[in-house]
Each structure stands twice: as C-alpha cells, then as structure tokens.
C-alpha cells in the first residue's frame, strides 16, 4: 500500500472517531481525555528529568550549574508567557492554540534529544517551557468550555490527577530509559506521545474555537504594554526567588529584582485600566471566588512543593538513605500516588458536600502535614514522614479540583484561557516561591552547625514555615464560597457541545434545595 493511500485511511479513521465523539451524549469526556494526553504528554518529563542533570552535565561537558537551568529556564519561560498565551487563545482559539503548542512541543522535545552542547539544550527547554504554558492554558480552556459550571469540578478532578500522576508515570518509566539508554531517549520517547495527541486533538476537539471573539486583524487593539508589563513582573519575581538561597534576601541583586518586580506590576495595573483588550481584566480582582481561591490555591502549593523538594534531603541526611536514592525515591511516593487517587473522587464529592467544604478540609490537611513532618525524627521512624506524604497527597488532592472550579466559574466564556492562564501562574509562583523560601529557611538555619540534629532542627522549622503559609491556604478556602448548582446546562457549554438539538432541558424546581450549596 502506497504512502498516500496509508494517509488517507488513517484520516478516513479520523473524521470516523471525530464524528462519532461529536455524536456521543457523552462528548465532553472525550474532549476532556483528548486534551489530557496532551497534558500529560507534555508534563510527563518534567521530575525525571531533574534525576537526570549529573548525567546531561556529565554527557555535554558543562558545569551543574549551568545545566541546572534546564530545569530553570522552562519554569521562567512558563511564568512569563502564561499571560499572553491565556489571552491569545481567548481571541484567536483554543483549539488552534492547542494544536500549535502540541507541534511546538513536538519541535522541542527533537532539538533537545539531539542537542549538541548545553546552550541548545537550554534554548529548546525554554521552548518546551512557552509551549508548556500554551498547552496547559488551552487544554484547560477547551475543558472548561465543554463542562457546565457545575461539573467542572468533576473534570479537574481528573486535570489534577494527570497533573500529578504525570510525573510519577515519568519516574516509573523514565529512569529505566535513563539507566539503560541514556537521557536522550526521554525526548524520542515523547515525540510520538504528542504527535498521537495531535492526531487525536484534530479529530475530537471542537471545530468551533472555544473563546474566539472573531476580532478581525485590523479591529484588533493587542495589550503589548501590558503584555510586557506582567513578564517583566513575573520574570524579575521569579529570578529573585531563584537567587535566593544563594545570595540571601538582604543582597543587592535580589532586592533590586524584588524592587523591580513591584515597580512592573505598578506599571501593568496602569496598563490594564486604559486597555480595549486587557491581558487580564482587573475587574476579575473584585470577585471573592476568584481572589480567594486562587490565594488558597497558590499558598498550598507553596507548602506542598516546598515539602517534596526538602523531603528527599530529609530522608537522606536525617534517616541514613544519602546513597540510596532507588529508596529515597520509593519512600516519597505516597505523596503524589494519593493525591492522583483522590484528585478525581474529590471532584464527584464537590457535587454532592460543595467546593468550599473540600477546599478547607483539604488545605487544612496540608497545614497538618506540614506540623507532621516538624514532629518526625528519629525518635518516631520514618512512619510520620510517610504520614505526613499521605498528608500533603489528601490535602491538594481534596482541594486543587475544588479551588479550581469555583475560579474558573467567576469568568465569562469569552476569558476562559485568561482563567486558566491566571490560575496556572499563580500556582507556579507558589510552588517556585515554596520550593525556594523553604530550601533558603534550611540553609540560614543549617549555617555554621554540622550536628545530626542541628540538621533536623533546620528541616523541622523549613516545614513550620510552610505550614504557616499554608494557613493563608486555609483562610483563603474559608472565604470561598461552593458553586450554585442547576440541573440546567449553561448556555456557554450547550454551544460549545453544539448539543442544543439532542436533549430537552429539565430544569430544576426553583423550591427545591440547591445540592452542595454551603453558604
């Protein structure tokens, strides 16, 4: 069979499962998993790789300080473009955002398996950063789009599960690849995870761009001021964070980028009130839903990362695993393994008790696991330290699908990217600024005392001050408030569904109780 007459069956295949997903009582799901797969093809990397830098510096000839931006640069790269990128999707679609970011990720992850030295590497992991941030805030859109207000919960729940599982799935798989072939064979192993989410996003994914306002080029008035603004912001916020544990709060350079974040942010408010179309409209800033969910949202992942970076350095300089890595890595596991397990559940028992309920029991959670890793020590085995995983994995899982929804369900249709781009930059700005201040707290602690236990004292009062913003986590939960619920779709869902025809509404009786509400 000739090449052509392959290409063409393989698209006959195609339009059959789009058409047939289109035809499904059941489409939202299947834009749900499509868009998933691209997630999880993109984030799937991530942890692995980070195992991986003593061999990349090793293989390319370059100190470990410099390959550490592997991992640095993307997450810069993230927080800086996240804005923009919500905001294009928003106007030009989310569907076409998302197919671009899939063949932009596809060309990233190439150049990085075959880069010759360590500035291509960078460069394409930058790349792999911007398009990571594409992806992320369209697929998200696209679900959102899809799900009426009150089953996005549902829906995030499994977002959250693939946003932890992910990584765990690239651990499990890549470090045999690793060991065995070496660290470019994560990248060619990637290449055709996204390019069958492609091929899958082309055929189920909304033909109607989720979003798209059908601004005309020439009646088209982009934010350029504020675009540049919130970068810069968030550029020189996250650089600061990244000098910190080295140089201390107190130096120049970090002061200066601190400083010079605020000034920015100054600068994008400003530029926000005279814009015709806002990268990020300030009036979303004066809606309780938003506002608190999205503290609680980015202090609790300020706790949990923060934990999941210190806790490996606990188990191996504290309970004796500091060659073992194979049993440092297998101990840390219950984390992320519960918060995958409970991330979906959690969204079907949003419906049933409401957001609000689930967002404090689960903050309140990760605030205790943060006092449980303060208690362990050897004294109490390395019991407390898996308790307190098991802890931290319950809290966000209970919480992220919780907090999530009842964001995203303060925004319009038209601002669904915004919504998602929003709320992925402030969770990376909580979980860099986690994973910093905690490491930047243990040092200052740790300074000038070797002792065994000067050391877990140093841990000890690192997860304190995690529990203590944590709190913010807590209190930002409280003041939520869960979504009202109707058994009538939203309009927005119906026309994203083009369902309209299928089934007649039944609305709910107005005289009976709203399930879930707490207020």
């Known amino acids: ?72 640069g993307p997450l810069l790269a993230y927080g800086v473009v996240a804005p923009l990128v919500g905001k294009a999707g928003d106007l030009f679609g989310h569907r076409r955002l998302f197919m671009a ?46 799900f ?67 601004v005309r080029w020439e009646e088209l008035d982009l934010d350029w001021a504020g675009a540049l603004s919130i970068a810069s912001c968030v550029a020189a916020f996250l650089l600061a964070l990244t000098f910190l544990p080295t140089y201390g709060l107190s130096s120049p350079l970090v002061a200066g980028l601190l400083a010079a974040s605020v000034v920015c942010g100054v600068v994008f408010r400003a530029a926000e009130r005279r814009a015709s179309e806002p990268i990020f409209p300030l009036s979303y800033l004066r809606k309780r839903n938003f506002v608190f969910p999205v503290v609680a949202q980015s202090t609790a992942n300020f706790a949990y990362l923060g934990g999941f970076f210190l806790t490996p350095l606990l188990l191996e300089y504290s309970f004796g695993y500091l060659h073992n890595q194979s049993v440092v890595g297998f101990l840390s596991l219950p984390r992320p393994i519960v ?19 689930l967002a404090v029991v689960g903050t ?45 369900n303060e925004f319009a249709p038209e601002d669904l990217g915004t919504a998602a781009a929003s709320q992925q930059l402030m969770n990376q700005l909580g979980t860099v600024a986690g994973i910093q201040v905690m490491e930047t707290v243990y040092d200052a ?6 002792v065994a236990g000067d050391r877990l004292h140093a841990f000890h009062v690192a997860y304190l001050v995690g529990g203590a913003v944590a709190l913010l986590g807590v209190a930002g939960a409280v003041m939520s408030r869960s979504t009202p619920r109707n058994l009538a779709p939203s309009v927005e869902a119906l026309e994203a569904l083009d369902v309209t025809e299928r089934q007649p509404v039944v609305l709910r009786d107005p005289a009976q109780p709203r399930p879930g509400s707490d207020r």
């Open 364 to 408: 309140t959670a990760v605030v205790l696991s943060m006092g449980v890793f303060a208690l362990a020590g050897h004294s109490t085995g390395i019991a407390l330290v898996e308790i307190a995983l098991a802890l931290s994995g319950m809290g966000l899982g209970l919480a992220s699908p919780s907090l999530s929804a009842t964001a995203s």
């Open 1 to 72: 069979m000739t090449p052509d007459a392959n290409v063409s069956r393989l698209r006959s295949r195609m339009d059959s499962l789009g058409a047939h997903a289109r035809r499904s009582p059941r489409y939202q799901w299947w834009v749900l998993w499509v868009s998933l797969s691209g997630l999880l093809a993109t984030n799937l990397l991530f942890t692995v790789f980070v195992v991986a830098l003593p061999e990349v510096s090793k293989g390319l000839h370059a100190s470990f300080g410099a390959t550490t931006w592997v991992v640095t």
């Open 101 to 146: 970011g899939i063949m932009a990720e596809t060309v990233a992850a190439a150049l990085s398996a075959l880069a010759p030295n360590i500035g291509v590497l960078i460069a394409a992991r930058i790349l792999g950063g911007m398009v990571g941030a594409s992806i992320g805030a369209a697929s998200m859109a696209l679900v959102l789009s899809v």
């Open 445 to 450: 602690v740790l300074r000038g005392h070797h």
């Open 339 to 357: 918060f995958s397990t409970i991330a979906p559940f959690a969204g079907y028992l949003a419906v049933r008790v409401g957001e609000r309920t």
């Open 148 to 214: 009426d207000h009150g089953d996005r919960v549902k829906a995030l729940g499994f977002w959250s599960l693939v946003g932890a599982g992910g990584p765990v799935i690239g651990v499990a798989l890549g470090g045999p690849v690793i060991q065995a072939f070496g660290w470019r064979w994560m990248f060619f192993l990637q290449v055709p995870l996204l390019l069958i989410s492609a091929v899958l996003a082309m055929a189920v994914l909304p033909q109607r761009a989720a979003g798209r306002r059908h």
